[in-house]
């Protein structure tokens, strides 16, 4: 079931997704060659605390970060840990934070030092593939309509998109209905309306789309060893169209 938010709930959620937007800002200053993903990790919990909210991932069926820290061929679901960013790494950091019961949900992925053109192209074109997919989020269009536009983006790019992993639905749980796939038929999925507040984050791969998940039970890495992005802002349909609540 599609829950649909009011105007009030939408503003309380913009409080969640701007706190979710700082974290990723200040995680983002810190981000540079030498310092590890823990480190990082620590940054972001110390933000979302001081904001007077809470981590939404830390604790959610176990996981044990405040982030995700996903780097080159990862895709999501990276554990933070002692490993120090290299000159060239891709980090996909992916961020929640809950507060009066709502959740806010981003990433986004960062060079460190100076990346390849390859990389380069694989970022812009992930972050052009979710400017297209918050477009069509708007009354009148339909869901798949939004995984139409993201897959087109990527793929026009050269790139591909994963599949076994989607956008969904977010209010007062971090996944509710529906799931937003990053590919689909234009003018097919349920109707958007007014209300629905959804995150889209496309999850794209230099090489082939095929994923598989590491032992440590969390880590999601390319099958092909390619470099994977990752971007994500938490949307809202309203009147006037789309609205990033995971924006400071
Ligand atoms: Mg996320
Ligand atoms: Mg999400």
């Known amino acids: 079931m599609i829950v649909i938010k009011s105007q009030l709930e939408i503003e309380a959620m913009q409080e969640a997704g701007r ?10 200053e810190a981000v540079r060659v030498g310092v590890t993903t823990a480190e990082l990790d620590r940054i972001a919990e110390e933000c979302i605390r001081g904001e007077g909210a809470v981590p939404a991932f830390k604790g959610y069926h176990g996981f044990p970060g405040t982030l995700c820290t996903s780097i080159n061929e990862q895709v ?7 490993r120090r ?29 100076t990346i390849s ?34 897959q087109d983006v990527a793929e026009r790019a050269g790139f591909s998109v994963v599949r076994e992993y989607v956008g969904h639905g977010i209010g007062r749980a971090m996944h509710e209905d529906p799931q937003v796939p990053n590919f689909g038929k234009v003018g097919t999925g349920p109707a958007l309306k007014v209300g629905m507040v959804i995150a ?11 994923v598989y998940s590491l032992s440590d039970g969390w880590t999601v890495v390319t099958a092909d060893s390619s470099l994977s992005a990752h971007f994500e802002h938490t949307v809202a349909v309203t009147e006037e169209g789309p609205l990033i609540l995971t924006v400071e």
């Open 19 to 28: 706190i979710t937007a700082k974290a990723l800002r200040v995680v983002g």
């Open 85 to 113: 960013l290299a000159d060239g790494d891709i980090l996909s950091v992916d961020c929640g934070a809950v507060i009066d019961g709502f959740y806010g949900d981003s990433a986004l992925t960062f060079p460190v030092g």
């Open 117 to 150: 053109t390859e990389a380069k192209a694989l970022l812009d074109a992930t972050a052009a593939s979710l400017q297209a997919g918050i477009a069509r989020c708007r009354e009148g269009m339909r869901l798949y309509d939004i995984g139409a536009a993201v």
């Open 76 to 82: 999501v679901h990276g554990i933070p840990a002692k």
């Open 200 to 210: 889209i984050e496309p999850m794209v791969n230099a090489g082939k789309y095929d």
